[in-house]
């Protein structure tokens, strides 16, 4: 099946590149910064009539239109392009993410990084690819050495899970913070060694079901901020490269 959800990424991500600079129809979904395109919509018809049509048994669960519940044990969870506002402003990183579960067990995740052309996938116990490339987490051991990655869901100015406060707090330990707006593409240059460190309050299920399983196949940990294992539905967020894992969550606690 991970030659279909790379297939299908693919075809999804050359529809976004192809939309990319043009005129586009912006519609605000919660508020006037949550926005969605004509492309969003158009990404996600072309990768659930792909999924009815190879495995129409099979259950959907999609950013946009919510998706197809199917007595099935398996669900695909699909954020057909992750980096929107990126996209509506000319920022060229945005991503399409599929994850696949079975029985509520992630067992396979891609992230097409479209304007990179690299494909990130993983099947679970077999060890996460950038292309076909293998891929592993950084060696990184201190905190105070290590760049790291967040994001900002749509209602931060209600400071959800005090998302500031961390902020700050992260920032005054390690080297550095970037902030890209594709969570998916985090997890990916977590997984390829780039950052060191992922954090991010209330995250999607379909931002997070891929990434996750392809930064634990590179041997990241993901798990909540006191440092208990998380599902895709979780709110708090945090994935390293293993190492730095106890000092950041020590950081998240003394605030
Ligand atoms: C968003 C991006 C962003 C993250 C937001 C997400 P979208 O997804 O992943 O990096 O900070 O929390 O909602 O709306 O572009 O698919
Ligand atoms: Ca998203
Ligand atoms: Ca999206």
Redesign the pocket.
């Known amino acids: 099946m991970i030659d279909d959800i790379i297939e299908i990424s693919k075809q999804a991500g050359n529809l976004i590149r192809e939309g990319f600079g043009k005129s586009l129809h912006i519609e605000y979904k919660t508020t006037e910064i949550n926005l ?1 395109t004509e492309i ?1 919509k158009a990404s996600e018809k072309l990768i659930i009539d792909f999924i009815q049509k190879k495995y129409p048994s099979h259950s959907i669960l999609a ?2 239109c919510g998706g197809v519940t199917k007595d099935s044990e398996y669900i695909w969870v699909v ?6 506002t990126n996209f509506t402003h000319g920022l060229p990183i945005f991503s399409v ?1 599929i994850g696949l579960q079975k029985n509520n067990e992630t067992i396979a995740g891609v992230v097409y990084d479209v304007m990179q052309n690299i494909i990130y996938s993983a099947e679970l116990g077999g060890g996460a690819f950038a292309n076909s490339e293998k891929i592993k987490v950084s060696s990184t051991e201190s905190l105070k050495q290590s760049l790291l990655v967040t994001g900002f869901p749509y209602n931060v100015a209600e400071n959800p899970e005090g998302a500031f406060e961390l902020f700050i707090a992260l920032t005054k330990n390690a080297r550095g913070i970037r902030r890209l707006g594709s969570a998916a593409i985090d997890f990916c240059y977590l997984s390829s060694g780039v950052f060191d460190g992922f954090w991010e309050v209330h995250l999607h299920p ?2 997070l079901c891929a990434g996750k399983l392809i930064a634990e196949e590179a041997g990241g940990l993901v798990t909540d901020f006191i440092g208990n294992a998380i599902n895709i539905y979780s709110k708090k967020i945090l994935s390293t490269n293993g190492r730095i894992h106890d000092q950041i969550i020590k950081v998240m606690n003394n605030i």
């Open positions: 969605v969003d950013e946009e954020d057909p392009l992750d980096g929107t993410s379909w931002d």
